[in-house]
T-cell receptor, first 112, second 108 residues
Framework: EPEVTQTPSHQVTQMGQEVILRCVPI?????FYWYRQILGQKVEFLVS????????KSEIFDDQFSVERPDGSNFTLKIRSTKLEDSAMYFC??????????FGPGTRLTVL | KNEVEQSPQNLTAQEGEFITINCSYS?????LHWLQQHPGGGIVSLFM???GKKKHGRLIATINIQEKHSSLHITASHPRDSAVYIC??????????FGTGTRLQVFP
């Protein structure tokens, strides 16, 4: 069964460093999403991406964040200068069109 | 006030019991999702609803668009159903709005 994959599963970084979280969505899916979940809190929407551009972003998704689909298979989330409060689980998801969301297993980001 | 409210926040049950988790939302929606988050953190989509009722195995989801309310039912609950169940809605934008989740523990 096709699945969304994410790498790495756990990333530890120093405050101020750049991190890139990687996702490989399901191959024929068209819509891509990043979400985050701070420990003990609810899942929050970050950004949606369709047709090689951002279609919606939340107030969390400020200039420190960017997304890219560089090669037609990977979908990346970059955090330019990490802060302590960026520590969270980051989930990627994809859908075909108007269908159920398929979530990746998540990347746990720890900022020290 | 949260746009998506779930109740209860925590739920414990004995194996075999019938479980109901409720979700109310305050925005116009195009679809409502029920998700399951395992203790390890992974999220699985259970249902996507825009009207009526869906059933998958022991799980049933219903939605009442007029009342802005949805329920997730689990029949004959089992310890492996222990997880966090999350209601999330697509409003009129391409943005999924999540509830805070209901933590379910089913004891043998």
């Amino acid at each position: 069964e096709p699945e969304v994959t994410q790498t790495p599963s756990h990333q530890v970084t120093q405050m101020g460093q750049e991190v890139i979280l990687r996702c490989v969505p399901i191959s024929n899916h068209l819509y891509f999403y990043w979400y985050r979940q701070i420990l003990g809190q609810k899942v929050e929407f970050l950004v949606s991406f369709y047709n090689n551009e951002i279609s919606e972003k939340s107030e969390i998704f400020d200039d420190q964040f960017s997304v890219e689909r560089p090669d037609g298979s990977n979908f990346t989330l970059k955090i330019r200068s990490t802060k302590l409060e960026d520590s969270a689980m980051y989930f990627c998801a994809s859908i075909l069109e108007g269908g159920e969301q398929f979530f990746g297993p998540g990347t746990r980001l720890t900022v020290l | 006030k949260n746009e998506v409210e779930q109740s209860p926040q925590n739920l414990t049950a004995q194996e075999g019991e019938f479980i109901t988790i409720n979700c109310s939302y305050s925005v116009g929606i195009s679809a409502l999702h029920w998700l399951q988050q395992h203790p390890g953190g992974g999220i699985v989509s259970l249902f996507m609803l825009s009207s009526g009722k869906k059933k998958h195995g022991r799980l049933i989801a219903t939605i009442n668009i007029q009342e802005k309310h949805s329920s997730l039912h689990i029949t004959a609950s089992h310890p492996r159903d222990s997880a966090v169940y999350i209601c999330a809605v697509f409003g009129n934008t391409d943005k999924l709005i999540f509830g805070t989740g209901t933590r379910l523990q089913v004891f043998p």
